[in-house]
């Protein structure tokens, strides 16, 4: 029951974005100096359960930036997309504020081509992490506060204060921490393994025990209800009891009656969040602008203020339905990927990533690389030898090569014929100035680094393939 109303949440949550989000579809093909790419700009409205959505033009303001970017009006296509075409030679600036890159590695046995994206501005991680060990900070501060406005004359409250600046603290960074590890994971047993151990650590510091966990299973699962939501409030209350050191068995005390119920605890934050000294400091400072107070006079700003710093330092977005653009980025190779965070579509030759959204913390870093084997490799060795990560290493070595290594390695190229032991004549290839090898010498870098690149190639286990759909 429990997955199908998550199943059923997702599925409602996918429907609204799809209604309210603009899309950009991105599609690339790789050419010998470059990449081709078709940016489709547009918005889907008017989504329900049984009906489809409408294709209609984006927002004036995101249509405005994308022409300047690119310095093209955009033509509407057959479905009422507007279309832009640019073509990546080294590598640009996107949308959102990202870096898209290609490089082609081409040799005398093939070319390996990388092409990498971001879609985000941000590349300061330690930056944005102590950002959000910031608002940790600022929100126990704010809690700290609260309470003791709150708990003025509650005798027990020293015992909750101390652990508010101390155990909460260090529990809110360290929970910050779990989380943006749980949230950069890709695949799904990563995933259940980083949310396990956030889980455990919860229960591990108290604040979970066995006993809530059945009562708070019920009420989530019992959410939209009444007697769920109350059942969270209890359970609230109780937790922060126990934190002022009163036994299981003893009443809630009447000084936490504004943790009892929704109204209660809204009418609490409105009416104390906002006389904090942290919200006045704030308050005063130049801050970013999902913090910056919208109206100075509002009653309920330290309550927004506080839901904003618990966004913030989660790196969340509350406004679950706004105006961020979703990207749907596809690649048509001429071959598999020999490594990439996307899916090989065979079919198609395609490589896709799955939808998301950009313009966040979290947007994701997308990349592929792919090798193309020249017809040299059959002419000189009957077969092809090297290919995949094999050939992408191969290119890079070539392309290290002085003008004269090139010539020197191009002069043995030639000598071997098909159905020659390539593994047995690489032994004795050297560049001229390198020393012959013998037991007591070093082997020689450059031609030892090729014999390498081959003698892997050559070995029978091949590595992992990417998933195909």
Request: net charge negative.
């Amino acid at each position: 029951m429990r997955r199908a109303f998550l199943a059923a949440s997702c599925a409602l949550a996918g429907l609204l974005l799809q209604a309210c989000n603009e899309k950009f579809d991105v599609e690339m093909e790789p050419k010998d100096d470059g990449l081709e790419r078709t940016i489709k700009v547009y918005k889907l409205e008017g989504a329900s359960t049984s009906t489809p959505p409408k294709t209609v033009d984006a927002d004036g303001k995101t249509l405005e930036k994308v022409r300047e970017l690119y310095k093209q009006k955009g033509e509407a296509d057959k479905d009422g997309k507007k279309v832009f075409r640019t073509f990546l030679k080294d590598s640009h600036v996107n949308l959102d504020g990202g870096t898209a890159r290609y490089v082609r590695l081409a040799s005398d046995l093939g070319a390996a081509s990388y092409y990498s994206e971001s879609f985000d501005d941000s590349d300061d991680l330690a930056g944005d992490l102590d950002a959000q060990l910031e608002r940790a900070n600022q929100i126990a501060d704010m809690l700290h506060e609260w309470f003791e406005m709150e708990l003025a004359n509650e005798p027990r409250a020293k015992t909750l204060l101390e652990w508010i600046d101390r155990d909460f603290r260090r529990d809110f960074k360290n929970l910050i921490v779990y989380v943006k590890l749980v949230s950069k994971q890709r695949s799904l047993e990563a995933f259940k393994d980083n949310l396990a151990k956030v889980t455990s650590y919860l229960i591990n510091h108290g604040y979970l025990t066995k006993e809530d966990a059945p009562r708070v299973a019920r009420a989530i699962l019992n959410l939209e209800s009444a007697e769920g939501d109350q059942q969270l409030f209890e359970w609230q209350q109780r937790f922060v009891a126990r934190k002022m050191g009163i036994p299981e068995d003893k009443p809630i005390p009447e000084s936490l009656a504004f943790l009892g119920n929704r109204e209660r605890l809204v009418a609490s934050m409105q009416s104390k969040l906002s006389k904090t000294k942290t919200y006045l400091a704030l308050k005063g400072k130049k801050l970013p602008k999902e913090l910056d107070p919208m109206a100075p006079d509002n009653p309920s700003l330290g309550e927004q203020m506080f839901l904003s710093l618990l966004s913030s330092a989660f790196s969340f977005d509350l406004n679950l339905f706004g105006s961020d653009p979703t990207w749907d980025v596809s690649l048509r190779a001429p071959v598999q990927p020999f490594w990439t965070n996307g899916t090989w579509d065979e079919k198609r030759r395609t490589i896709r990533w799955d939808p998301f959204t950009a313009g966040k913390k979290d947007a994701p870093f997308v990349y592929a690389a792919w090798a193309e084997p020249s017809e040299r490799q059959t002419v000189r060795f009957g077969k092809v030898l090297l290919d995949g990560a094999h050939l992408g290493a191969y290119a890079l070595w070539f392309q290290a090569l002085h003008e004269n290594e090139r010539a020197d390695w191009t002069a043995f190229v030639d000598t071997v014929k098909p159905g020659d032991d390539v593994a047995k004549a690489l032994e004795g290839f050297r560049f001229k100035g390198e020393k012959a090898l013998d037991e007591k010498e070093v082997k020689p870098g450059l031609s030892n680094a090729v014999r390498d690149i081959f003698r892997k190639a050559l070995a029978p286990d091949e590595p992992e393939r990417p998933k195909q759909q």
